[in-house]
């Protein structure tokens, strides 16, 4: 798990995003914009930044790589990563296994 938290819910995130889109023509930069709201939501503006690069990423407005295409990713890395070891923990298991049988006396 990651060591911070999430201070705002998607609920909120989801308004701050459609707030700032929906007032973006109210001001001059769409960073002007950003700040504005993340005033108003009580985050900083590089935060709500993220939300709305994520929110244009999921919605194809902007090209990259969507959120549910990142879960399954990081998913399946960590049951690769899992998978890894518990191979090595049967790798090691077995070489000890074959070594203790090498030294049991033979039965005639």
């Known amino acids: ?7 705002f819910s998607p609920k909120v995130r989801e308004r701050a995003v459609r707030m700032m889109r929906e007032h973006r023509g ?3 930069s ?3 914009a950003i700040t ?10 590089w935060t709500l930044s993220g939300w709305v690069k994520k929110a ?4 194809g407005v902007v090209a990259g790589v ?3 295409v990142t879960e399954k990713l990081k998913a399946l890395e960590r049951e690769n990563r899992e998978l890894r070891q518990a191979n090595e923990i049967l790798r090691k298991a ?3 296994f074959a070594q203790a049988e090498l ?3 033979l039965k005639r």
């Open 1 to 7: 798990m990651s060591s911070t938290t999430n201070k």
């Open 26 to 28: 109210e001001y001059p």
């Open 30 to 32: 769409r960073w002007a």
């Open 103 to 105: 030294d049991r006396p």
């Open 66 to 68: 969507p959120s549910d």
């Open 56 to 59: 244009e990423i999921d919605n």
């Open 94 to 96: 077995s070489a000890y």
């Open 36 to 45: 504005s709201t993340a005033g108003k939501i009580g985050c900083a503006p």
